[in-house]
């Protein structure tokens, strides 16, 4: 039986203390909450997801490298990356299937340095301000975007 690519959902810098800090910014869900809400919806869309997160950027730009032999899409959200990142943009323009971007809160009510993203100029879409539902209706999307 042919070998069923996963969707990467990658989280960026200090997602790992999400649930655990600035509730009423990014809510009380935890990670780990998160990973498993997605990875059940995951199971209903018949997709397979392998979620990581990494505080480093070095490290996301080498899972984006992997993802081009290994993954059918990628979900992320680049955290502080998102406004700085040139290194994950780039890694991205090599990936050829379908990327959706994640933001928890809506970064274009926040500070003025949050509403430019360099990940949403690869981005097949960006989600802001849907709190950690975002997640499940990107992968919503995604299930779209892989079946073609
Ligand atoms: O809204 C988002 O999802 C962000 O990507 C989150 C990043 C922020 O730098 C972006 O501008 C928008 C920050 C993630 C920090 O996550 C924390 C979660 C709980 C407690 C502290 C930080």
Redesign the pocket.
Known sequence: MPQVKPIYLMN????N??????PEI?GRETLGDVEAAVAALAVELGLVVEAMQSNHEGQLVDWIHAARERAAGIII????Y??TSVAILDALNAFEAPVLE????N?HK?EAF?HHSYVSGRAEGVI?GFGTEGYLLALRRMKSLVSG
């Open positions: 960026g810098p200090n997602l203390l999400l649930g655990l800090r600035q990014y959200n680049p955290g502080a998102s406004h994640v933001h928890i809160s970064i926040r949050r802001a």
